[in-house]
């Protein structure tokens, strides 16, 4: 039975590396496919995905949230031909990005915050502890994006300052910005 889910998992996995190789191919040519090679090569220096309860990050036990661990998004489904310049999913320091909307002086409920490449949503819940009128996250890996909605549903904090979240499945170079004034967030990770 293991044996059979094992080589099901390859065949999977082996199919989304050929799938990958294609799209790199035809989106970006001889120099796209290489830089996909180039990404997946790197993926062996990257972190595995936290396991087990101790090495959760604070923000996750406390909130009872899942936005650990580094997923490289080349391993995900997403919509769109942009997940070649795309690298791993890795939420932000929410201290660090605290500390800049406090930096912002917000001024109650003016701004709608998105967030470009938003993941597991992590960005999103520390921003709801500010007082924006909406916050918005686009994620383009389906999977990310639906640990997003059920973090967005788990969060809870005595302290928060918006309940209008969503999470919206799409490429980012597509989205279109929402009317009015916007403070916009993106962020990369950090290259392990
Ligand atoms: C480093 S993570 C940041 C996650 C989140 N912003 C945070 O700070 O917690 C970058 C995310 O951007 C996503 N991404 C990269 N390119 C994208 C694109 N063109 N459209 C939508 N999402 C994208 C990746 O899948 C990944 O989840």
Do not use: W
């Not at 496919?33 to 180039?38: A, H, Q, R, S, T």
């Not at 101790?54 to 936005?67: E, I, Q």
């Not at 490429?171 to 990770?189: H, K, N, R, S, T």
């Amino acid at each position: 039975m293991n044996v059979i889910k094992v080589s099901r998992l390859y065949v999977r996995s082996l199919y989304r590396f050929a799938r990958g190789l294609k799209q790199a191919l035809a989106v970006g040519g001889v120099s796209g496919l290489g830089e996909c090679v180039y990404c997946r090569l790197r993926r062996f220096q990257t972190s595995p995905q936290p396991k087990g309860e101790s090495r959760k990050s604070a923000f996750d036990c406390k909130y009872g949230v899942d936005t650990d661990g580094v997923v490289p998004t080349y391993e995900l489904e997403t919509d769109g031909p942009n997940y070649i310049h795309g690298y791993n999913y890795q939420g932000c320091n929410p201290a660090f990005l605290g500390h800049a909307f406090a930096r912002l002086n917000l001024s109650a409920d003016q701004y709608c915050f998105v967030d470009l490449g938003s993941g597991k949503g992590r960005a999103l819940l520390v921003a709801s502890e500010y007082p924006f009128k909406a916050i918005i996250g686009v994620e383009y890996a389906r999977a990310l994006h639906e640990i997003a909605k059920s973090n967005i549903m788990t969060y809870k904090s005595g302290t928060q300052r918006c309940s209008e979240i969503r999470s919206v499945c799409a490429d980012a170079a597509e989205f279109e910005l929402p009317d009015g004034p916007l403070v916009v967030f993106m962020y990369i990770g950090l290259c392990t």
